[in-house]
């Protein structure tokens, strides 16, 4: 009986020593996906927040062009007055 619960121990013991080095394996697998996966979206996002600057610069002109717009034309009804 001493001899069975021996053999049982060791052969449990194989057995999650390789679930242990299978999920380590594992871990590390996703941990480099992740991080390539992960640098893409980086760059994604930092083309995003580019294109937003380059927006914000084209509205920042359109407004200044809006208020001269309008300051002229309010110079212009001072005069006419």
Do not use: P, W
């Not at 053999?7 to 594992?26: R, W």
């Not at 992740?34 to 760059?43: A, D, F, L, P, V």
């Not at 930092?46 to 937003?52: G, K, L, P």
């Amino acid at each position: 009986m001493g001899t069975i619960i021996i053999v049982a121990m060791v052969f449990g013991s194989l057995l999650a020593l390789a679930a242990l080095i299978c999920g380590t394996i594992l871990m590390v697998i996703k941990t480099r996906n992740s991080r390539i996966t992960g640098g893409k979206s980086q760059s994604e996002e930092a083309m995003v927040i580019q294109e937003i600057y380059q927006g914000l610069n084209k509205m920042e002109k359109r407004i200044e062009s809006l208020e001269t717009i309008l300051m002229d034309s309010q110079k212009k009804d001072r005069n006419k007055k």
